[in-house]
């Protein structure tokens, strides 16, 4: 059996007998000319390595497999071992299954010596935490395509200013280049969730912050925007207020949302150095 012999994803779903599970955040993708775009917008092809996570039925990870990608499923749910195994079955070795909690796997240990991207779907209720993950380290992914939430992923690229802009966008863009590349009405998945998704690609910059300042930043972008309204004196007091603005050169008048990313980056290295 090849891909092109396996039934529709709807079949054999119906086969199993499998639904999506609320507590999972479960939503399947089963059409493959969304699925298809999906890995066309990742950029993958033959030869590369694609870790997914939340795979469920594989519809998605039919689509990277026709690139020609070597592709490591991350699946929590157990009930998909079986669907998946018939998947593997028809992709000539170049589909490995890790039934493993993706928020506890080691990502490094799964790739081996190969650089890896990650595309996925993500579940629902644990999409940011996985984000934050992969780009504060220690793997690093050569690229990452993701469905989100479309809030979420418009909080991804927020840019200073906008009503989105926050703690998640000064993170992932101080650890990536962000854009959003496809919207997903809820209408196209299974079963369709309250809002629309949204797919974002983040490629890693190469001058990605070194540890301890992506924790400082964690820290800063914590105290500015838990209180958005107030200035950076008041807001970061806690961290030194007036004398850490002071320290990066940034008037504490100021309020978080007014901030570019750079700018948020000094602030981190006057925590570090006044600590």
Not at 85 to 114: F, H, N
Not at 189 to 195: D, G, L, S
Request: net charge positive; hydrophobic share 45%; aromatic share 4%.
């Amino acid at each position: 059996m090849t891909l092109a012999d396996l039934p529709p994803l709807r079949e054999s779903l119906e086969a199993h007998g499998l639904l999506a599970k609320k507590s999972l955040g479960q939503h399947f993708l089963l059409d493959l000319n969304i699925t298809r775009k999906i890995a066309r917008l990742s950029g993958v092809g033959a030869g590369d390595l694609v870790i997914e996570v939340g795979p469920g039925p594989g519809g998605l990870t039919r689509a990277l497999l026709e690139t020609g990608a070597d592709v490591v499923a991350v699946e929590k749910d157990a009930r998909f071992a079986p669907l998946l195994q018939e998947l593997a079955g028809a992709a000539d070795g170049r589909l490995r299954i890790e039934l493993a909690d993706a928020l506890a796997v080691d990502e490094a240990a799964l790739a081996g010596d190969r650089p890896a991207a990650v595309v996925s779907n993500l579940p629902y209720n644990v999409g940011t935490p996985l984000l934050v993950k992969w780009l504060t380290g220690p793997f690093t992914p050569t690229s990452l395509t993701l469905m989100f939430q479309k809030e979420v992923a418009q909080r991804i690229v927020a840019p200073p200013g906008a009503s989105a802009y926050g703690r998640l966008a000064v993170l992932c863009q101080a650890t990536a280049r962000c854009e959003m590349v496809m919207d997903a009405p809820a209408r196209a998945f299974t079963p369709p969730p309250k809002v629309d998704s949204a797919v974002v690609r983040l490629v890693p910059r190469g001058d990605r912050p070194r540890p301890a300042l992506l924790d400082a930043l964690q820290a800063v972008t914590q105290a500015a925007f838990g209180q958005r309204r107030k200035m950076l004196r008041s807001a970061l007091k806690s961290l030194g207020g007036e004398a850490l603005c002071a320290q990066a050169g940034i008037d504490p008048a100021r309020r978080a949302e007014t901030l570019g990313i750079e700018e948020f980056l000094r602030l981190a290295e006057a925590r570090l150095a006044i600590r």
